[in-house]
């Protein structure tokens, strides 16, 4: 059974540029949250995807958006990178039907903005 | 803002002994308290959790204690092995019920390291 899979596992990207992360729940799982950690930091709540649509958002500017597919997996967007948008972006899932939220995490996509 | 909190950046115990791991929190919404462990290059994995209704939930040599009226919950973890070096991250979420999940809130974590 395949947990929570994230690609790529590291990036580099310029100020300015545009990225994309992925993200594939665990089996079963049908809601996608998205977390950014920053160095020496807890993660923080970017935004949640169920049903195709971004239930939850963090505060996080615009520049942050996501998408969910038919199959649950999950894609996170960030528009015109600033350097302190690098840090370790994790996804997370877990099942809408349990009340009791344990979300699982992947091992999370290393970005770097030069 | 920081709703969760965890003042000890890092603890170091001797092997076989009690490690016991702070947190606090300030948000009288948080209902549902969890503990994670991360190793480098890894993704947070789930440990223990408690909900507010209990004050004490074990598994194994984890133990999660709940004290709802200082806003403070503990994760005691009995007897400490090597393997148990870590980053350990609290994190709390207000239940919203069946449809969507809470967001969690994490606190800074507490490097644990296990001494032989």
């Known amino acids: 059974d395949a947990g929570v899979t994230q690609s790529p596992t590291h990036l580099i990207k310029t100020r300015g540029q545009q990225v994309t992360l992925r993200c594939s729940p665990k089996?079963?799982?049908?809601?996608v949250s998205w977390y950014q950690q920053a160095l020496g930091q807890g993660p923080q709540f970017i935004f949640q995807?169920?049903?195709?649509?971004?239930?939850q958002r963090g505060n996080f500017p615009d520049r942050f958006s996501g998408h969910q597919f038919p199959n649950y997996s999950s894609e996170l967007n960030v528009n015109a990178l600033l350097l302190g948008d690098s840090a370790l972006y994790l996804c997370?899932?877990?099942?809408?039907?349990?009340?009791?939220?344990?979300?699982?995490f992947g091992a999370g996509t290393r970005l770097s903005v030069l | 803002d920081q709703q969760v909190k965890q003042n000890s950046p890092s603890l170091s115990v001797q092997e076989g002994r009690i490690s016991i791991l702070n947190c606090d929190y300030t948000?009288?919404?948080?209902?549902?308290f969890l503990w994670y462990k991360k190793y480098p290059a890894e993704g947070p994995t789930f440990l223990i959790s408690?909900?507010?209704?209990?004050d004490k939930n074990e598994d194994g040599r984890f133990t999660v204690f709940l004290n709802k009226s200082a806003k403070h919950l503990s994760l005691h973890i009995v007897p400490s092995q090597p393997g148990d070096s870590a980053v350990y991250f609290c994190?709390?979420?207000?239940?919203?019920?069946?449809?969507?999940?809470?967001?969690?809130?994490f606190g800074t974590g507490t490097r644990l390291q296990v001494t032989l």
């Open positions: 089996s079963g799982h049908d809601t």
């Open positions: 948000n009288s919404m948080f209902d549902y």
């Open positions: 997370a899932s877990s099942w809408a039907g349990l009340a009791k939220n344990i979300q699982y």
């Open positions: 408690i909900s507010s209704i209990k």
């Open positions: 994190a709390a979420s207000a239940i919203k019920g069946t449809g969507t999940a809470s967001k969690l809130t």
């Open positions: 995807y169920y049903e195709e649509e971004e239930r």
